[in-house]
Structures are given as C-alpha cells and as structure tokens.
C-alpha cells in the first residue's frame, strides 16, 4: 500500500482524499444518527441530551460548511503526500501489528493535545469568529462533525503534518487517524448519552461533556479524553448546562405525560 500511494499523481491523491473523506462522512454520520435515533432509544439503552429540535437552516448550514471541509481536507491530501515525494516524510511498509498498534495509541494521544491547543485558540477573541459557524449547531447532529469555517477546518486538519515529520509511521496508522478522529467526533456530536451510568470523567461520557461545550460555549476544549482539560482546569460541571436545558425538558415531560 506504501507503494501503490507513493506512486499516486497530485491529482489522483486529491480525487482520493474527497472520495475517502466524502465517504467516511456521509457514512459515520448516517450510522451515528440511525443508531442514536432509532435503535438505541427502541432498545431503551442511553437518551437524548438536548431535547430542542433542529432547524431546517441547521441542517442545510452544516451539510454546507461540511462540504466545503471536505473539499479542503480532501484536497489537503496533497500536503502528506508532498512531504513524502520531498523525502522530508517516510513510511515504513516493514511495520508489525504491534507498532501500528503503538503508533496509533500515540496519535490518538497527539489527536487530543492537537485538537485542544486549536480549539482553545479557536475561542480566543482573534479567532473566535472562525469558530462562531460551528457552534451555531447548538443542539448538535453527527452531520456537525465537520460543519467548520475554512479557517478551523484548515487548523484541525494538519493533525498529521507534524508527528510524520517526527517519526516514521505505517501507511495504516496514519489512514487509521482520520477513521478514529470522525469516529469520536460523531459520538462527541450526537447528543446523545451512550452510558448514563458513567462519570463525566469517563472517556465514554464524550458525548455528554462535547454537548455541553455546545450548550454552554466556553469549557470541555478537549476531544475525546479528559487529561488536556483537567490539566489546564477548563472542566464544565455536569449540571453546566442545566439552566439552559430545563425549560425544554419540562415541556418535552409534559408533553409525554
């Protein structure tokens, strides 16, 4: 598979990026929302975070702004590949599963520390305007996970640039990266509590600590993991978004009752 990229034209690896990222997209969001919203609740396992509904002007906003991430990370591909062709990058195509295995640990640890460093410039006074389009999707969908002003979405995506440079990694742990980071990141937006009975510290209560960054703006800057926030005390209490959240739970119970 090293091979067969390395041998790849420019154009052909930006067709490929907008397919894969285009593919993985449509897919992981479509999965998330039919699991979220159909066959976990039919189950009675997990429930619904934020009960206020989506727009139509959400919707059509996101699958917007997400188009125009995927047209740049899927172009973006260009840059990883370049640095391969300079020989300023290699692949080791010798890796054993245990090293992928490592290798991929490692970034997802890279993934958070990344995401958390841009993220908590993102609302910063000088950016945060870059980031306002993103968090117009209050009550959050799967479909958010790439719904970014070209500015964040250039930011998040150079995830890989650095650590490539760094270390000699397989060709399947840096595929493996953008597979995982939309795999959180549709779970982090579903609004959807997965495991109610868990902490807000647990790493399985992302969804429920990414809903209320969304509902409260400021706090819970980290990914998937808690260690970025605890260290910098950018933690939300679980009950941050309570005042903002009751009315429409009072009327959703009523209208239940």
């Known amino acids: 598979m090293t091979e067969a990229f390395m041998a790849l034209t420019a154009w052909q690896v930006m067709l490929a990026g907008l397919v894969f990222f285009g593919g993985i997209y449509l897919l992981f969001g479509g999965l998330t929302w039919l699991l979220t919203r159909h066959l976990l609740p039919a189950l009675g396992i997990g429930r619904r975070l934020d009960p206020r509904p989506v727009t139509p002007a959400q919707w059509q906003r996101e699958f917007r702004l997400s188009g125009l991430s995927i047209l740049l990370f899927g172009t973006g591909m260009i840059f990883p590949w370049g640095l391969l062709q300079l020989g300023w990058a290699r692949l080791d195509p010798q890796a054993g599963a245990w090293q992928i295995t490592i290798e991929i640990a490692l970034l997802m640890i890279w993934n958070d520390i990344h995401f958390w460093v841009n993220h908590r410039l993102l609302h910063t006074r000088w950016l945060r305007r870059f980031h306002v389009p993103h968090h117009r999707s209050v009550v959050t969908t799967p479909f958010a996970t790439y719904s970014f002003h070209p ?38 937006h579903a609004n959807y509590d997965f495991w109610p009975k868990v902490s807000g510290a647990h790493w399985f209560a992302a969804s429920r600590r990414h809903h209320l960054h969304h509902a409260c703006y400021h706090g819970n800057y980290g990914f998937q993991f808690t260690f970025m926030d605890r260290l910098f005390g950018t933690r939300l209490p679980p009950d941050a978004a309570d005042s903002v959240l009751a009315p429409q739970r009072r009327r959703t119970d009523a209208a239940q009752a």
């Open 151 to 188: 500015v964040e979405a250039l930011m998040l995506g150079n995830v890989i640039l650095l650590p490539m440079v760094l270390h000699t990694f397989s060709f399947w742990s840096l595929f493996a990266v953008p597979l995982f980071s939309l795999f959180f990141n549709c779970i982090g």
